[in-house]
């Protein structure tokens, strides 16, 4: 038999453990052609704002070694174009759809949440509390009170899971998290991108239209992987990795240090068919193991393999 790789995140039932980031994958609906995105655990289109956004000023990305570094802005259609043209086609999706909402304020948060409820099939809102490439964006998921704020009044107006995205610009995630999950957080994405810049040196300016931008991709791994590890043992909600996973390798160590599913983002833009490799693999992985499920192994690191004694 083939190993079980569902999993359930407050009530919300996913198949197998694999998601699409936002922001990295489009809308999705523009993939339909060469992607079955039904066979993924979830997907999470772009970021929705209240408003249309244009975003940054061009050149948006530049890569860097081992990663890519952006400053899109959260381009996007704003909360009535979300509803009234790319909804309909996400909709007739079979696989969860997990909408990402921005706001400027927790009042924006919470109307953005009251309006993607009443959109018949929405799965679960994800909380963009750490763009880091926004004026204002990443405020939300640095202090502890603020990221409490923002989920506990999206809780009042949202019953369905609530994902909240974390910063890994923070000297401390875990206080973050717990913050997160004392105000009704269902689950915790760990993390978004890593503030930093590039410069031409000859011409002494920034490669970027804009001077910083959130770096991604495998560079940022073990830096993932660390907050990971540490936040899911601070909570005890379900930790949703994200930060360089290209691989199947990448995953299963994302789960032996506590996540329960994880999104795939970067290496999309690269190879676009890493989310369906890494779901493809991961059986064997499991087999290898011995796990019969994907459960058995979350959280089951064990920690250094090397025992030694101080002086020794």
Not at 52 to 74: C, D, F, K, W, Y
Not at 88 to 107: M, N, Y
């Amino acid at each position: 038999m083939e190993p079980d790789l569902s999993l359930e995140i407050d009530g919300l039932r996913l198949e197998n453990p694999v998601m699409l980031a936002s922001g990295t994958f489009g809308n999705a609906v523009d993939c339909y052609a060469f992607a079955d995105l039904n066979r993924l655990g979830a997907i999470i289109p772009k970021t929705v704002t209240l408003s249309p956004r244009i975003g940054n000023a061009p050149p948006r990305t530049v890569e860097t070694a081992a990663g890519l570094l952006n400053s899109i802005g959260l381009d996007n259609e704003g909360l009535e174009g979300f509803c009234t043209r790319l909804w309909r086609g996400l909709a007739s999706l079979t696989c969860p759809v997990i909408v990402s909402i921005a706001g400027k304020t927790d009042e924006e948060f919470v109307e953005l949440a009251r309006a993607i409820s009443k959109l018949e099939g929405v799965k679960a809102i994800e909380l963009n509390l750490s763009c880091p490439n926004v004026a204002g964006g990443i405020d939300f998921a640095t202090d502890p009170a603020r990221c409490a704020a923002v989920v506990g009044k999206v809780r009042r107006v949202y019953d369905g899971p609530i994902f909240a995205k974390l910063t890994p610009n923070v000297t401390d995630a875990t206080a973050v998290a717990k913050a997160a999950e004392a105000a009704g957080a269902s689950a915790i994405t760990a993390v978004n991108t890593l503030l930093g810049m590039s410069v031409d040196w000859r011409r002494r300016r920034s490669r970027l239209g804009q001077v910083f931008g959130g770096l991604s991709g495998p560079a940022i791994k073990p830096i993932a992987l660390r907050i990971v590890y540490q936040v899911a043992q601070a909570v005890s909600i379900p930790v949703v990795a994200a930060g360089g996973i290209t691989t199947v390798d990448d995953a299963m160590e994302f789960f032996v240090v506590g996540a329960s599913a994880i999104q795939v983002g970067t290496a999309s833009f690269y190879r676009p068919t890493a989310a369906w490799e890494i779901l493809d693999a991961l059986p064997r992985a499991l087999k290898e193991l011995g796990a019969r499920s994907l459960r058995e192994i979350v959280g089951t690191f064990v920690g250094s393999s090397v025992s030694c004694e101080i002086g020794s």
